[in-house]
């Protein structure tokens, strides 16, 4: 009978929770729908939010980044000792180098200070040239043009050695980029000593995600005498390249790095959420932009904002009068050149086309007058 009985009790606690929990889901749906029936008809005009984001008085970028800088690093007795663990494989990374891979370093953490490490103590048989792919801007052919330059100069001293005549410098700017890399494909070297490695801080920046960037560094990966070491950040950069440029071109070699240390360079060209970047952050990125530019490129910038600062009344400053000043102060010699000099600005959002009260295209740069006077003054 015990056994019996214990089973009634047990049975009689579990049937009376299960009220206590009944009445109280009853409660809940009672106090829900008394809620919605103390709420508005849907044909009522329902008041606007109290709060929202625009009203929010977000501090001053500068502020915000010098506050960031005042906070004190932590585990950095960690950190270096993860840093000392990516050293051993300097060695290992030089031999996949010289292999013929190209070395993708990956994970949470700014890999900029690392990378410069690897490329001063360990690729010293190589010439290292540095591209920050962070940058809002990049010239790709420049670095093109510069990687041929060296093989180009290296060219000269062998033929002075040899024949001891001088040969003229090869005008790569004026070429085309097909023709550079083809260049760069016929050089060979029997010592092995000649070699430059492109180290690019994140190849999946904003100026080198597309298509177009992407296929022209795989291209020169495939230079003989050119290594190719990067870094990515973003989630999704695998999906810059298709199968044949992973395992043919690029040859990458797959290296996780996390090294948890702060972005603080590359993050200078990114706005801060909870900062009201204004005018400050415009001027900033539009420096970086113009001084990526030619000296030729900047002057025309230079002629177009005097203009505006003088009339800022106008709505902006016809086509045919920015060429007319350009082409008395030397700095363009057709259309066609002036065409090309504003095709970039547009690119950059540097300049903006309104249409003038009669019907006319004017040229106008979107910055108030006291953000362009400063930007001016830091071209200079």
């Known amino acids: 009978m015990a056994p019996g009985g214990g089973h009634a009790a047990a049975a009689a606690g579990v049937s009376s929770g299960s009220e206590d929990d ?19 008809s849907s044909g009522k005009k329902r008041a606007p939010a109290a709060g929202k984001l625009s009203d929010l008085n977000l501090v001053d970028e500068q502020v915000l980044r010098a ?26 990374w030089l031999f996949e180098l010289r292999c013929g891979f190209g ?26 040239i540095v591209v920050n792919g962070y940058l809002p801007s990049i010239n790709l052919k420049q670095v093109i043009v510069t990687i041929a330059e060296i093989f180009w100069e290296q060219t000269k001293l062998k033929r002075k050695r040899q024949t001891a005549t001088r040969s003229q410098l090869q005008p790569f700017a004026s070429q085309s980029i097909d023709d550079i890399l083809s ?44 290594h190719v070491v990067a870094s990515v950040d973003h989630v999704n950069a695998p999906l810059l390249w298709d199968k044949k440029m992973v395992h043919t071109q690029f040859k990458w070699s797959w290296y996780h790095v996390p090294t948890f240390s702060p972005y603080k360079v590359e993050g200078v060209f990114y706005p801060l959420i ?9 001027t900033k990125t539009a420096l970086v932009v113009l001084q990526s530019l030619t000296p030729n490129a900047q002057s025309v910038f230079r002629v177009l904002a005097e203009y505006q600062l003088a009339h800022e ?28 000099h504003l095709t970039e600005f547009k690119d950059h959002d540097l300049v903006k086309i309104r249409k003038h009260s009669h019907g006319q295209d004017c040229l106008h740069i979107p910055l108030v007058s006291d953000a362009l006077e400063k930007l001016l003054q830091e071209l200079a």
């Open 274 to 282: 909870l900062a009201s970047g204004g005018h400050a952050q415009t």
């Open 103 to 128: 070395l993708l370093i990956y994970g949470f953490g700014s890999k900029k200070m690392l990378l410069e490490d690897f490329a001063s103590t360990t690729l010293t048989d190589f010439t290292v």
């Open 22 to 40: 009944d009445d109280e889901e009853a409660g809940f749906s009672r106090s829900y729908f008394l809620a919605k029936e103390k709420e508005p």
């Open 67 to 92: 506050s960031l800088a005042e906070i004190p690093p932590k585990h950095e007795r960690e950190m270096e000792a993860l840093t000392r663990c990516y050293k051993e494989q300097y060695r290992n």
């Open 183 to 226: 260049f760069l494909n016929n050089q060979t070297s029997d010592n092995g000593d000649d070699n430059v490695c492109l180290l690019i801080h994140n190849i999946d920046g904003p100026a080198l995600r597309d298509p177009e960037s992407q296929q022209y560094l795989a291209q020169v990966s495939c230079c003989p005498q050119v």
């Open 313 to 340: 009344k106008e709505e902006g400053m016809h086509f045919s009068s920015l060429y007319t000043k350009c082409r008395k102060r030397f700095l363009v010699s057709s259309q066609m050149t002036l065409n090309s």
